[in-house]
């Protein structure tokens, strides 16, 4: 009877999910990137008027802000008014606008077809087709905005309500980290991945652990552990329990954004969980492929269109299908703490064989190393997953009872908690470093559809003559070998037993030592909970002495200047460690600031002492609005009030304006021969002097705004010129006023580099010894120029370029 029964279940599951399957390959073959009939896209190649909602999360990324919006556009087509409906991707600047779920917007602007990249498998136009957007629209003008409105809709506003929630973990988690701390955690934590830095995105890659960065089946564990923990202790009906878990994880699933990884743990976890609420025994393979079933008839197109299934399911597929296997193939050693680590290495190398031919066939790259990194730096990151979630919760509890005096009490937990963290990524990182540079850690190409069939097919056959063997060869050896004589009476077994003797005679002496102290001293606790209190001192005096030593280490450094890497932009940091000043010539682009800025100081220090922006221009300017939310900065200096006069006709300048506003800053003009010096008591650290401007500009105006640059001069410790986006007719006159004056060791060069700049009369007169040049990788304008190089080449001066050496750090 229960043979039957078990077969029925079975075949009941199988045949569910194979009529699924059988509806989302159908469904699967019709989708294509072809425009449909009466969709948006009809209007591509011309300017449209887009009337709608947004009806996606707000994707953070670190130059740009992606949101889809749904509705009319309108567009005119040889002179005739033309409307469709559909969804579109809109692309927009980061720092201009903030968007959430069921904002009304207006749009203007042109209408594309996604790109396909020749040179990648990954089909982008594709990926968004399955989604239902068949057109994008970039950097458009933004006629109005209406912010979210609460209807009749509970469903609605619900949705709404739990995505305003994701936004204020979001801030909490940037308020309390710096980066890129806080992409991490983010994307560990609600699956937010756009503020991660592409260079730790790579590295990830590289070494075969970038899977951290998503929500998944440790998360979903996580979360079921945690609600049933709390509701537990007020019923212990397993109805009520299992409609709460269920509930809790639906909710964070919504926080996460639904990506399918998560999706799919949270619907094996549940069917696991009911199971034990009603005292069976799960069956991972039936939550497998029921999970698989259940995401494919909500989303029938995701087996072609999402990577991010195929991956997880491919992933699963190996812990429980290939696993098993090599694990039932080794009959010796299977005792000890070695042994747990090779079980964790079987299941890394298991998940690598069904995974890794896709990620190869997508990304175009292979990690051969990735058993090993999972086995050393998946540890530490199920250490930092926790530290994140309690983080979390004393940020909304502080928030809850800022005006109490709990308050006082969370803040220093929340910054040891902070500590932690930090020292987590810290080691992960450095232990990344490391482990790339191991001789052919990874390899990059190309694969054709044709190789990745044939090895998923080989892969198959491989395991079923494989489980014969083991079954028939292996397995009936091994436990021939586990019941014999030689294996119970080995020196390894009775030398375990030795160690926890010994380990058990050790912690009784211990105990009664500690009882003897607790009664002389009057402090009597039981055994747990002094158990744990020692554990909890231990941990928090470990961290403070992990951090005193970070802070003196930090304090110890000598000072320097930074060239950071911020893309096609310029970012200076000149740092004095042992007095904690710093100041910032110009922030970049988008949001790449934060990182390289998280990177280069001391995780505490979260204070920009003097800001100068050289010119008002989006590459120098972004990065400051977004830094003003991070750091506390008291004073700016800016090249001239240009930025005052022009602020209702500049919106970059106009939201950078009410920042400063927001966050008190004192502002001053620069003026030429303006100096400034940093003193500690009598000592001269650093002197300072401005060059330009000559004059107000703003009642002056000039034609291009670049010869509007504030040049700055470091006269000491060093000989530096910092010459913002100077091109050659305002060399030209700072030559003719300061000709004798000029030279310096060190020169960042204007404009990014362009041939516009760096003319040879006035690299004859600052005869630097060094060249810096601030600019993107394969940026669009062609910076740095050929003729550029070649001048300072033939001139013998060596040249730091951020696209080839990355982050440039120079001491003073």
Known sequence: MRIANWCRHRLLVLICFLFVLSVAIREGTRLSVTCPRGDLCGLAENRVKIEGEVVSLSSERLEKTIIEVEGKGSASISGVIKVLSGKIQVTLPHAQYNFYYGDQVILEGGLKLPNQDPKENFSYPLYLAGKGIYSTMYYPDVVETRPITYGSSHWGNFYKGVLNFRERIRHILSNYLIEPDGSILKAMLIGDQGSVPQKLRRELSEVGVIHILSVSGTHITLAIAIITFFVSKFTLKRSIIFGFTALGVAGYLLLAGSPSCASRSAIMGLIAFLALSQGRQSNFKTALWLSAAVLLYFNPAAIFSDVGFELSFLAIIGMVYVYPLLDKSITWGRIGFCWKLVKVFLLSVSISLT????????????????????LILLPLFSLVLPAGFLLLGLGLLAEACHSLSLFYFLDPISKLTVSAIHSLLLLT??????????????????????????????LFLSTLVFQVIVKKHI??????????EEFLSSPSREDKKGKMKAYKAARETFKKCYRTVSKKYKVMFEEEISGNWLSFWSLVSGFLLLTSVTYLYSSSRPPSLAMLDVGQ???MLLNW??????????????????????????FYDRKIELLILS???????????TLLDRYETAQLILNSNITVGAIHKLPLQKIFWQKLVENKVSISIAKRNQRFYLNKGAKNVAEFRFLTPLFDYSQNPIADINDNSAVLEMNYPRKILFMGDAQSRLEKIVLSKESHNIQAEILKIGHHGSRFSTSDEFLDYAGPDAALISVGKNNFYGHPAVSTLKKLEDKGIKIYRTDKDGRVILNL
């Open 475 to 484: 397995f009936p050896h091994r436990l021939d070998y586990f019941e014999s």
């Open 569 to 571: 932009g310029d970012a």
């Open 355 to 374: 995974t890794t031919p896709l990620v190869f066939y997508y990304f175009g790259i292979v990690s051969w190393i990735s058993p090993i990194t999972n």
């Open 615 to 625: 010119h008002p221009h989006q590459d120098h300017l972004e990065g400051l609005i």
């Open 429 to 458: 990182e450095r232990l990344t470093s490391l482990l790339l540079k191991i001789p052919g850690s990874y390899s990059e190409g190309t694969a054709r559809p044709g190789w990745v069939i044939l090895y998923y097919a080989l």
């Open 577 to 602: 460690p042992r007095y904690h000043f710093q100041i910032l010539i110009d922030g970049g682009p988008g949001r790449n600031v934060l990182s390289e800025l998280g990177e280069t100081l001391p």
